[in-house]
């Protein structure tokens, strides 16, 4: 039986290669030079792992989907915290006591702790939607303000909204944390390949029974060659946007390089009021590289443009979904293909979610 696979993003090497493990022969194609998609990294001539297509950071509580990566990786134990100018001071996000104590007077800061800490379980996620609910008027002016400082205008950014036009259910769903972790992430598995993501995706490539061909585009005309196709590019792309084009969000990212050991305190600074950038990354920090340079990235949010730019985030509402359904059903109608990936299945997904979706594929295909 052979089998191709489009797309050599981390859910189609993934798939690629259960599907090598259990004796199938498989040739995977991308229409880029390298592989990796989304995730590709290099290391610099000083040995910075920088993610070409911004910062990457492995999180998981997937056990079945951290044992299947740990087989062609180890990892740098890395904790991702993330900090935002907000005031004209860096705190971490999410919001939490440690950003309470800097950006308060100790007093005030003193009372909206006690005032968490009376009506929520320490170190949990707290919606400021339920903050909102509170009858206790220091916790309802907490809401609004990380509201406004940490969510408003860094979400027009991100996706060219007017705040009006924002749904009060989701940004209800913004949270502070009622305790003193600073991490973005509480996963039990949390890291950065050590050797780098690009590194890691070719030992699961390097198998006797997987082909991959680089700078391959896909065509229709290579379905007659093969029993059955498993697609991660984009699903309306595939159709040739019959219906229209489904609308996703890019990203333009500004790369310097400075000769001094380090450019800001941590890998991602949030800037939600200043500056027409969203973020700044700075790459040395994900394997604690010590070097005299260091590499940053500016990111700056902007429309998606066919043929200028990438596809970077689906832009989920119900309009783009009903148009996402019409090439569904038409899929349906494909009995050699199968779409996946975030593109194929027009779905944000983190890089766990999107193996583990290559992976349950295989196990129902072949009850594995
Ligand atoms: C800025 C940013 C930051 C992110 N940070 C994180 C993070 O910190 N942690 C996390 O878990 N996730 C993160 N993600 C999500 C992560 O990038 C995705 O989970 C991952 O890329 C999904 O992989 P994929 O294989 O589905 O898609 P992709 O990586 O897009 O791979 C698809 C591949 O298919 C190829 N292709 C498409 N069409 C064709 C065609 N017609 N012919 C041949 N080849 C084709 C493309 O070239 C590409 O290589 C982030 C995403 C973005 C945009």
Partial sequence: MQTLIIGAGISGISLTRKFADNSHSITIIDSKNHIGGNCFDYFTDDGIDVHQYGTHIF?????????????????YPYQHEV?????????????????????????????????????????????????????????????????????????????????????????????????????????KYQGIPLEGYTKMFERMLDHPNIEVKLETPFSHDMLKDYDRC?????????????????????????????????????????????????????????????????????????????????????????????????YLALAEQEPKVTFLGRLGDYKYYDMDTAVERALNLFNKEFGQ
């Fill in 83 to 187: 900090k935002a100018l907000i005031d004209g001071q860096f705190v971490p996000v999410p919001f939490n006591f440690n950003s309470i104590e800097k950006l308060f007077p100790t007093s005030m800061a003193k009372r909206f702790i006690e005032a968490l800490l009376e009506e929520f379980p320490i170190n949990q996620k707290v919606p400021i939607l339920k903050l909102r609910e509170s009858s206790n008027s220091d916790l309802q002016f907490l809401a609004d303000y990380v509201y406004e400082k940490i969510f408003l205008h860094y979400t027009v950014k991100q996706w060219g909204v007017k705040p009006e036009d924002l749904d009060p259910l989701v940004t209800g769903r913004v949270p502070v944390f009622v305790g003193r972790d600073n991490r973005y992430f509480q996963s």
């Fill in 59 to 75: 999180h998981t509580d997937k056990k079945e989907v951290w044992d299947f990566l740990s087989r062609f990786t180890q990892w």
């Fill in 230 to 326: 498993f697609f991660t590019g984009a699903i309306d792309e595939y159709f040739n946007y019959r219906y229209g084009q489904l609308p996703y969000r890019s990203l333009k990212f500004d790369f310097l390089t400075f000769d001094r050991p380090y450019f800001q305190s941590n890998s991602v600074v949030n800037y939600p009021c200043n500056y027409d950038f969203t973020r700044i990354g700075e790459y040395k920090y994900f394997l604690d590289t010590q070097c005299d340079s260091t590499v940053v990235s500016y990111e700056y949010p902007e429309a998606f443009e066919l043929g200028k730019n990438e596809r970077y985030y689906p832009i989920v509402n119900e309009e783009n979904n009903a148009l996402y359904q019409k």
